[in-house]
């Protein structure tokens, strides 16, 4: 499952996200290419308690965010494109909370659209909203072998991120008996290989 750093980022600096609220997946418009946003692209982010749909507006100065409940969510899905894909949800009872046209649901429509987003993190999305909507517990969830991030390493994560902004430096974990290592990113405190020239997370240079 995808978690963009600057997603996260984004959500902790505007103090939208409730304490012990976890987050799981995340995606943000692509900023060109069809259904992009280049100023002002929506990002969403699903935690294991719901999802938070970012709508940026004039000129990505201000930020309105509207919640959706998983148990509000009736319907998902996809819309796979040639170069960016659609998510699709159909939501009992809501509305746009006066966001009118920027809002996640237009006015007068059944289904709200998050147009323009890379299809890897499209399916990501879809995926976990839809097996949050059948009521799988997040902690019960497979996340395959291509997992950028489980629910207990994003705890861990924030914690060497917490860490390493304090000191300026990244938290290195103690060499296994066989001589290997890791280094934590710098930039966004991710663990990678001592052999890796740069963060498999976020591609930041990392530091000998």
């Known amino acids: 499952m995808a978690i963009h750093p600057e997603d996260v980022n984004t959500a902790k600096d505007r103090n939208i996200l409730w304490p012990e609220e976890t987050i799981m997946v995340t995606a943000t418009e692509r900023r060109i290419g069809p259904g992009g946003a280049l100023i002002t692209p ?5 935690t294991d308690k719901r999802i938070i749909i970012i709508n940026r507006a004039t000129f990505g100065i ?6 959706i409940p998983y148990n509000r969510v ?13 998510v699709f949800l159909r939501v009992s009872g809501y509305t746009s909370s006066g966001s009118g046209e920027r809002g996640f649901m237009k006015p007068g429509e059944q289904e709200g ?3 323009g987003l890379r299809q890897n993190d499209a399916k990501d999305l879809s995926d976990f909203i839809g097996k949050m909507v059948s ?3 997040p902690q019960q969830m497979d996340f395959g072998p291509d997992t950028q991030t489980k629910e207990d390493d994003i705890v861990a994560d924030s ?3 917490d860490a390493g902004a304090q000191t300026g430096k990244a938290k290195k974990a ?4 066989g001589g290997g290592g890791y280094a934590y990113c710098p930039q966004c405190g991710a663990r990678n290989d001592l052999a890796n020239k740069f963060c498999s997370a976020c591609g930041a240079k990392l530091g000998k």
């Open 74 to 86: 009736t319907s998902v899905r996809m819309e796979k494109g040639i170069i960016s894909s659609s």
């Open 62 to 67: 201000r930020s309105d965010y509207e919640v």
């Open 42 to 46: 929506t990002t969403v982010i699903a």
């Open 113 to 115: 659209e998050i147009s």
């Open 174 to 177: 103690p060499a296994p008996a």
């Open 135 to 137: 009521g799988i517990n």
């Open 159 to 161: 914690k060497k991120r």
